[in-house]
């Protein structure tokens, strides 16, 4: 069998005494969670219990888009409180047909909770919400008095 062999597999091949017992006991809770956050922390407890986010800043405002397909707008519960943003929401779990069988399901349904720190105050009486093509974007005017002051050097 040629090519080289995967991190799993040479935790496996190596021997416990090696590593020591607390290196073995993370290896071990690693693949045990494994199925549940996948590899590489990007499966489903992260993606659907914690949506990625991106969030960039402007002079302006503040725009966050998440990747939030399958779920309806409606379902989608944004808040603003202080700094501290938070989106929550529901993708509702498809109803199995009569005479389908399933060979795989990986696609999750359920609540979803995301909260992230603001880096300035905004105007939350002007929040903007637009949900297209499974991605939500929110844009968030900055106070007048978060907004970047320029100063003149005299010369």
Not at 15 to 32: H, K, N, Y
Not at 87 to 113: N, P, Q, T, V
Not at 123 to 139: F, H, M, P, S, W
């Amino acid at each position: 069998m040629a090519g080289t062999l995967t991190e799993s597999t040479r935790r496996k091949l190596s021997p416990w005494f090696r590593r020591g017992p607390l290196a073995t006991l993370r290896d071990e809770m690693s693949e045990l969670f494994e199925p549940i956050w996948g590899d590489e922390g990007d499966g489903w407890g992260t993606r659907m219990l914690a949506p990625p986010i991106d969030l960039s800043e402007t002079d302006a405002a503040i725009q966050a888009r998440l990747d939030l397909p399958g779920v309806d707008p409606k379902e989608i519960d944004i808040q603003v409180s202080g700094n501290q943003l938070t989106i929550a929401g529901e993708r509702k779990e498809e109803k199995e047909e009569k005479g389908e069988l399933y060979h795989r399901i990986e696609r999750r349904c359920g609540r979803f909770s995301r909260s992230v720190s603001l880096p300035c105050s905004v105007d939350e009486d002007k929040i903007d919400a637009t949900y297209r093509d499974g991605v939500l974007n929110i844009t968030l005017p900055k106070t007048a008095e978060a907004k970047a002051k320029k100063i003149t050097v005299k010369v």
